[in-house]
């Protein structure tokens, strides 16, 4: 069965790749990093890119590249530097990671972006995926990339309707992208099909899933592998991918506290080993079941009685399947308490608060206290 429906597969591939190469040739966005072929480059876009959309990332890769042009360079950035350069991305364990593959590069492969797809993958942070992608488009290596957008496609493509996340059917989608790849850049060359193959392929399939086959109304009347597509024939496009069901989202809420005192306010750091760690923040804990008063949970945090607090913002975001929601306040001390109740942190001026890198919901904070002292 499974070996019938890949050989049934094999037919298709040599019209889709044909198609989306030219396609693509024609049809690619101007994007800066794919003016270049280094694989620094192309790695950094790759990771900022993951879980984030083409025009949020380009200011970010145009500035990471600018500050670190090299893997030397971000090998041996300050963690200050390299988080304030991701600030507001999310997922910050990606650019730690990021920075431990550079430091692994200089002292593994003497600075110079490993070629061999195993040497890749091998590095902290680079998943499958990820290694397909730089060393198809840097390298032009036949190597097969599958996310969301691969997926999408190649769902559609082949009416797969099992979830992509069961194991077989996840292998059948590796192997159908590997399959579109190396037809791409292996089978004999076609005169008409544009150079580099592997390359454009990876990227055809990326590109057609962004502005083409969308998650909600494709647009299947402007799709260049039409006549090839199973669910556009079946009319099925609407309910494929099968994703399954979506967990619930969770709401969870926060309390926040600006602090200031003396011009200064306090902040502290996020401890190694948990979400966001390196990042800023106010001072703020988790509530769980009715909201409490905001003196006592300020008591309960900074061993000191709460002077007059007013609320200064409340700022709700989405993070993967939790809804939240951060209600702040500040408040202003006279003197400072000797001991905040053991916590550890600093006291800066607002102005400083700018330079520095913080999670996405405390950003919004920062520019809060920003406005509200004028
Ligand atoms: Fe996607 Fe429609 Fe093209 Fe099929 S025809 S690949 S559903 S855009």
Redesign the pocket.
């Known amino acids: 069965m499974v070996v019938k429906k890949l050989s049934r597969d094999r037919n298709k591939t040599h019209a889709i790749a044909d198609k989306l190469l030219v396609w693509f040739a024609g049809a690619a966005r101007d994007l800066p990093w794919r003016r270049t072929r280094d694989p620094y480059a192309i790695w950094v876009s790759e990771i900022m890119l993951q879980q984030t959309q083409v025009k949020t990332v380009i200011p970010y890769w145009e500035r990471w590249m600018q500050a670190l042009p090299t893997i030397a360079a971000a090998a041996a950035a300050p963690a200050d530097q390299i988080h304030k350069l991701w600030e507001g991305l999310g997922y910050y364990t990606r650019v730690r990671n990021l920075q431990k593959a550079a430091q692994a590069i200089v002292v593994q492969h003497g600075g110079r972006f490993p070629e061999a797809f195993d040497e890749v993958l091998a590095l902290p942070g680079i998943g499958r995926y990820t290694a397909g992608a730089i060393c198809s488009i840097a390298f032009d290596q036949p190597t097969p990339i599958l996310d969301g957008n691969v997926i999408?496609?190649l769902t559609?493509?082949f009416a797969i309707a099992e979830n992509p996340k069961e194991k077989e059917t996840n292998a059948r989608l590796w192997h159908l992208a590997e399959q579109l790849v190396q037809e791409a850049a292996i089978s004999p060359p076609r005169a008409q099909r544009p150079e580099p193959r592997a390359a454009f392929l990876n990227q055809s399939l990326m590109e057609?899933g962004a502005l083409?086959?969308?998650p909600r109304q494709?647009?299947?009347l402007?799709?260049?592998?039409?006549a090839?597509?199973?669910?556009?024939r079946q009319q099925r496009?609407e309910e494929?991918p099968n994703l399954g069901e979506r967990a619930a989202a969770t709401a969870r809420a926060f309390m926040a506290f600006v602090l200031a005192s003396r011009g200064e306010v306090f902040i502290r750091q996020r401890p190694a080993g948990v979400v966001n760690a390196h990042l800023w923040e106010f001072p703020n804990v988790e509530i769980t079941g009715p909201t409490p008063e905001p003196a006592v949970v300020f008591q309960g945090l900074f061993g000191v009685k709460a002077p007059g607090l007013d609320l200064l913002t409340v700022v709700k975001h989405a993070i993967t399947r939790y809804r939240i929601t951060l209600t702040t306040y500040q408040a202003s001390l006279g003197r400072r308490p000797a001991k905040m109740a053991g916590m550890s942190g600093k006291w800066v001026k607002l102005d400083k608060l700018q330079e520095l890198a913080f999670t996405a919901a405390h950003k919004r904070v920062v520019l809060a206290a920003l406005k509200a002292r004028g």
């Open positions: 999408r496609v559609r493509l057609l083409i086959c969308t494709p647009h299947c402007l799709c260049p592998v039409q090839e597509c199973a669910a556009f496009t494929l």
